[in-house]
């Protein structure tokens, strides 16, 4: 795996970055086990995001973190927003006050920090414009967890929402999955970086 673009981060930047993705993985895994939390958790966007991370960081190959990106940066902050509106106004949006109840305190506060890990990765990245190599991750990634959760996980943990999409109630979801994915959130958020990248190029351009 390695990243052909010139990128304007260094070597140590990268290792820092990735090196502290790891940790945080690692620390997850623990407090998953700790908590005893659900044995299909792993399987989990958030929860393995960060090892998907570290990688794409430790061989500074920017399209693949652009591809992770891609699949969870609007619906970790989805899921930010609904914890706002949760602990504050009482709102359940989303179904996160169902995914939070009976939690402890630090349970939840680790929650929220991982659930910042995509949009941290973003903001850690933003200077490095994706290419469409990006969005062949993304569904290389997607298919990943897609075939893991239709034959690794059980139908009632809805591991990534594969098997029912709240709220919509669309009959047949889990055969729509990847392509609405894709469509909904994946190429979106694609679009969504390219035109982030050239705002701050434009400004970057025009303090110079």
């Known amino acids: 795996m390695k990243n052909v673009r010139k990128s304007p981060y260094s070597l140590k930047w990268y290792l820092i970055v990735g090196v502290f ?25 958030c929860d393995f995001a960060p090892f998907i991370l570290a990688i794409g960081f430790l061989f500074r190959h920017d399209d693949f973190v652009k591809g992770m990106i891609n699949i969870g940066f609007f619906p970790q902050i989805l899921f930010l927003f609904g ?7 009482g709102v359940d949006v989303f179904g996160v006050g169902l995914s939070l109840e ?14 910042l890990s995509l949009i941290a990765a973003y903001f850690l990245n933003y200077e490095v414009k994706p290419t469409y190599k990006s969005l062949i991750y993304s569904l290389l990634l997607l298919f ?20 029912i999409l709240d709220n919509l109630g669309i009959m047949g979801f889990t055969y729509m999955y990847i392509p609405f994915v894709f469509l909904v959130i994946v190429f979106p958020t ?11 190029f434009l400004n970057h351009r025009n303090k110079e």
């Open 144 to 163: 990943v967890m897609y075939f893991i959760a239709i034959s690794h996980t059980p139908i009632e943990e809805n591991v990534n929402y594969v098997f």
């Open 21 to 45: 993705y790891l940790c945080l993985g690692v620390f997850i895994l623990w407090r998953n086990y700790y908590f005893s939390v659900s044995d299909y958790s792993i399987f989990w966007l």
């Open 190 to 200: 694609f679009v969504f970086q390219i035109l982030m990248q050239k705002l701050w």
């Open 83 to 89: 914890a706002f509106m949760m602990f504050f106004f």
């Open 102 to 115: 009976h939690l402890s305190f630090w349970f939840i506060l680790t929650s929220i920090v991982l659930h």
